[in-house]
């Protein structure tokens, strides 16, 4: 019987409690398993409320924690992390307080992992800014014609943090002026990009998550049906809104950042 092996990989991502938007987390897993054939390969949940609406018996249930200490019990000495957020907050900067508390020898006395990585969120550092803005218009819909605006809807998070949606509209006002982001729980937010959208004399407004799985966020609060979403709001605005919901993680341009922060959290761990 072949050993188990003694590196790891866990990939975590918030969650959704929409079944279709795990395809993001399974494609990004299934990468990197590519990448890393002699690693093991895991996933978590970051949201405990969409934990708590999978289920304990979901594979796709389980929380950072939970297959950390799965982990180390079956042999695993050394594991990087990488975290599948947009944004450096609050659910990144608890992975990598996770991430250290598992290192060494723990309160009971167990030993924790010899070595533990974590791999930054999409909009890490700058140049992982301006990279994504790149990506960003690499993406953007094939119909869209000139004079038409693409507006992406961000998360948002709290504190400082929340400064990386600024810095990507100020990459993406650079490469294309009607190229726009907003954020749902922070700002700037739908108000603000109305504003801005109809200082821009646009009429036809693309509108895109910048999200890594097509969950909630994207199906209801941007582009659903109801009087609350991004959409609805755009049309009572007067603006033509043509929504389109594709995580940012199905995107191989953006997908390809995370994955690079993997191989240099990779690196660092088998330094």
Not at 50 to 58: C, F, L, Y
Not at 92 to 120: C, I, K, N, W
Not at 164 to 177: G, I, K, M
Request: glycine content about 10%; some cysteine.
């Amino acid at each position: 019987m072949a050993a188990a092996p003694q590196n790891a990989i866990l990939l975590a991502a918030f969650g959704s409690r929409l079944p279709g938007a795990t395809d993001s987390l399974k494609a990004m897993q299934a990468r990197a398993q590519e990448l890393y054939p002699d690693f093991r390969v895991e996933t978590a949940l970051t949201s405990g409320t969409v934990r708590r609406h999978k289920g304990a018996a979901s594979r796709h249930g389980r929380s950072p924690e939970e297959i950390l200490r799965s982990l180390r019990r079956e042999g695993v000495t050394r594991l990087a992390v990488q975290s599948l957020h947009v944004a450096p907050g609050d659910e990144y900067h608890a992975l990598e307080r996770l991430a250290a508390s598992m290192q060494g020898v723990q309160r009971d006395g167990e030993p924790g992992f010899e070595r533990v990585t974590v791999g930054r969120p999409l909009l890490g550092s700058r140049e992982d800014v301006r990279r994504a803005a790149r990506a960003v218009l690499s993406v953007l819909p094939a119909d869209r014609a000139p004079g038409e605006a693409a507006l992406f809807m961000g998360h948002g998070t709290r504190g400082r943090a929340n400064g990386v949606y600024q810095d990507l509209a100020d990459e993406l006002r650079v490469l294309d002026p009607l190229a726009l982001i907003g954020a749902l729980e922070a700002e700037p937010g739908l108000a603000a990009k109305v504003d801005e959208l109809r200082g821009l004399g646009v009429r036809r407004v693309h509108l895109l998550p910048l999200l890594f799985a097509r969950g909630v966020h994207a199906t209801r609060d941007m582009a659903g049906e109801g009087g609350n979403s991004w959409r609805a709001g755009l049309a009572r605005a007067g603006f033509e809104c043509v929504p389109h919901v594709r995580g940012a993680g199905e995107h191989a341009e953006l997908a390809d950042i995370w994955l690079d922060h993997l191989r240099e959290a990779v690196a660092r761990l088998l330094a």
